[in-house]
């Protein structure tokens, strides 16, 4: 019932809250995980004076014997006891869960990332987990600043799946508090510190599908508080479009890494990103419609030939937005940044005053680095 990782994880717990040598045995003293110091041999349990027992299930199980009694012997005892039992308990409820979590993850990988998907076959799987592939999805991508999903975290207490899980099911509490609790919203953990929401977009079957995706662009702000809130650590979040079929659920999560890289950029991490945040130089980065690519390219070129522009802007930017600091770097009154501000909006048809134009111009600034100018003589 105790395998050796449930019994290294209890050690390990108490370890930390006694800071001294112990073991944990099973009910005839037999050692089944013990601290650094200490061999693995069996230990006669009618003499040893600090022997504490945890039970399961209404039976005496195992036993944590520490080496010294502690000066509040009688106050921690019922403290190890507990901690012991409920390591033991999340332990045993983990390992009984089925690996459904695990191939579901698999499974969502495979269908967002494989180079060659069989779509029949990933069809078939699908079912197994009774989603239907075929409802309008979007995909968000979640990455988690927490250092005990990286690979170079020591997890000597076996923590790593009870994260995982508690974060998932972070994430779906999240998504139930603000939008219609739906079994057709899929979680996945995707390795690394990545997850994904594939959202449904229809409440039901009769649901608009145009004002279902502009409701939820709006509501964009609004479930990244909640998810801030649920999850309790930095979290950068990507947001593709809505494109129809499986290959269009596939460019929008890969839509939705792109927001997330682009957004760590040329803002910060720990923020939510749209795509349609980069709108104005996306199709500089996808190179799919020629009409939107000579407008994005029209925009760089302006920037690039306007040294006042991007001084101005590029000193907004810097000091965060702020009117005042910014005039005050530039030696200039705070009523001529407005004028001049004013003047780029009217030019590039974009507000650096609104963070969402504010991103699309600073992308545009930082590419214009790397780019020529067409109109530069």
């Given at each position: 019932?105790?395998?050796q990782?449930?019994?290294?994880?209890?050690?390990?717990?108490?370890?930390?809250?006694?800071s001294?040598?112990l073991?944990?045995?099973?009910?005839?003293?037999?050692?089944?995980s013990?601290t650094?110091?200490?061999?693995?041999e069996?230990?006669?349990?009618a003499?040893?004076?600090?022997?504490?027992?945890?039970?399961?299930?209404?039976?005496?199980?195992?036993?944590?014997?520490?080496?010294?009694e502690?000066?509040?012997h009688d106050?921690?005892?019922?403290?190890?006891?507990?901690?012991?039992?409920l390591?033991?308990?999340?332990?045993?409820?983990?390992?009984?869960i089925?690996?459904?979590?695990?191939?579901?993850?698999?499974f969502?990988?495979?269908l967002?990332?494989?180079?060659?998907?069989?779509?029949?076959l990933?069809?078939?799987?699908?079912?197994?987990?009774?989603i239907?592939?075929?409802?309008?999805?979007?995909a968000?991508?979640?990455?988690l600043?927490?250092?005990?999903?990286?690979?170079?975290?020591?997890?000597?207490?076996?923590?790593?799946?009870?994260?995982?899980?508690?974060?998932?099911?972070?994430i779906?509490?999240?998504?139930?508090s603000?939008?219609?609790?739906s079994?057709?919203n899929?979680v996945?953990?995707?390795?690394?510190?990545?997850?994904?929401?594939?959202?449904?977009?229809?409440?039901?079957?009769?649901t608009?599908?145009?004002?279902?995706?502009?409701s939820?662009?709006?509501?964009?702000?609004v479930?990244?508080s909640?998810?801030?809130?649920?999850?309790?650590?930095?979290?950068?979040?990507?947001?593709?479009n809505?494109?129809?079929?499986l290959?269009?659920?596939?460019q929008?999560y890969?839509?939705a890494?792109?927001?997330?890289?682009?957004?760590?950029?040329?803002?910060?991490?720990?923020?939510?990103y749209?795509?349609?945040?980069?709108?104005?130089?996306?199709p500089?980065?996808?190179?799919?419609?020629?009409?939107?690519?000579?407008?994005?390219?029209?925009?760089?070129?302006r920037?690039?030939e306007?040294?006042?522009?991007?001084?101005?802007?590029?000193a907004?930017?810097?000091?965060?937005?702020s009117?005042?600091?910014?005039?005050?770097?530039?030696?200039?009154?705070?009523n001529t940044?407005?004028?001049?501000?004013?003047?780029i909006?009217?030019?590039?048809?974009?507000?650096?005053?609104?963070?969402?134009d504010?991103?699309?111009?600073?992308?545009?600034i930082?590419?214009?680095?790397f780019?020529?100018p067409?109109?530069a003589?």
């Amino acid at each position: 019932m105790l395998s050796q990782q449930i019994a290294d994880k209890i050690r390990a717990k108490v370890s930390a809250l006694v800071s001294q040598e112990l073991r944990l045995t099973d009910a005839s003293g037999k050692t089944l995980s013990q601290t650094a110091s200490l061999k693995p041999e069996t230990i006669d349990l009618a003499g040893a004076s600090w022997a504490i027992p945890f039970a399961y299930g209404g039976s005496t199980v195992r036993y944590i014997v520490l080496e010294t009694e502690m000066p509040n012997h009688d106050e921690i005892a019922p403290l190890i006891r507990s901690i012991a039992e409920l390591v033991m308990h999340q332990s045993l409820v983990l390992e009984q869960i089925p690996r459904q979590d695990e191939r579901l993850d698999k499974f969502i990988y495979d269908l967002l990332n494989q180079p060659q998907p069989e779509w029949s076959l990933l069809a078939a799987e699908a079912r197994l987990f009774d989603i239907e592939l075929d409802r309008p999805r979007i995909a968000i991508v979640i990455q988690l600043d927490d250092p005990a999903l990286t690979p170079r975290f020591q997890d000597p207490a076996g923590d790593r799946e009870v994260r995982l899980t508690r974060h998932k099911f972070g994430i779906n509490r999240a998504l139930d508090s603000f939008y219609t609790s739906s079994r057709a919203n899929v979680v996945s953990y995707l390795g690394g510190t990545s997850f994904c929401i594939l959202k449904d977009l229809l409440a039901s079957d009769d649901t608009d599908l145009p004002a279902a995706l502009e409701s939820f662009k709006k509501s964009l702000s609004v479930i990244y508080s909640i998810l801030k809130s649920e999850l309790k650590l930095p979290a950068t979040v990507g947001v593709g479009n809505y494109h129809p079929g499986l290959e269009g659920l596939r460019q929008s999560y890969h839509e939705a890494i792109s927001a997330i890289e682009l957004g760590a950029q040329t803002w910060d991490a720990d923020r939510i990103y749209h795509i349609d945040d980069f709108g104005v130089v996306a199709p500089l980065l996808s190179g799919v419609d020629e009409n939107n690519i000579y407008f994005s390219r029209e925009l760089l070129d302006r920037l690039g030939e306007n040294h006042e522009i991007i001084q101005t802007l590029e000193a907004f930017f810097n000091f965060d937005m702020s009117l005042t600091r910014t005039a005050e770097m530039l030696k200039i009154h705070r009523n001529t940044l407005v004028y001049r501000l004013d003047r780029i909006t009217e030019t590039l048809g974009l507000d650096p005053r609104t963070f969402e134009d504010a991103v699309q111009i600073k992308l545009a600034i930082l590419y214009n680095r790397f780019v020529e100018p067409r109109h530069a003589a």
